[in-house]
């Protein structure tokens, strides 16, 4: 189980119900998907694109890895600190 938490600033909005994957690698492109469609969504409606950042959590509330929205023009995923 996998959670796709949003940060933009000081609001955090926490993923309440996860995601179920096979390994972290699917959970990380699922989540790359989802910063491209939010990165989409900015430039349809002509704002810059978001500094949120999509931090990824495992069952045990551990962090494995984030990427922030506007990075995903690059594709780098950085991992964990």
């Keep these: 189980m996998f ?3 949003v940060r933009n600033g000081a609001i955090y909005t ?7 994957h ?3 690698l699917t959970a990380l492109q699922d989540v790359r998907e989802m910063a491209r469609d939010m990165a989409i ?3 349809r409606q002509g704002v810059r694109i978001s ?9 045990d509330g551990l962090n494995v ?3 922030r929205v506007r990075d995903i023009l690059e594709g780098d995923l950085l ?3």
């Excluded at 926490?14 to 179920?20: A, C, I, L, Q, V």
Aim: glycine share 12%; charged share 25%; with cysteine.
């Design 51 to 59: 500094d949120s950042v999509i931090e990824v959590t495992d069952g």
């Design 65 to 67: 890895g984030c990427l």
């Design 22 to 24: 096979s390994d972290l």
């Design 41 to 43: 969504d900015d430039l």
């Design 14 to 20: 926490p993923d309440g119900e996860g995601s179920t």
């Design 79 to 81: 991992p964990a600190a």
């Design 3 to 5: 959670y796709f938490n």
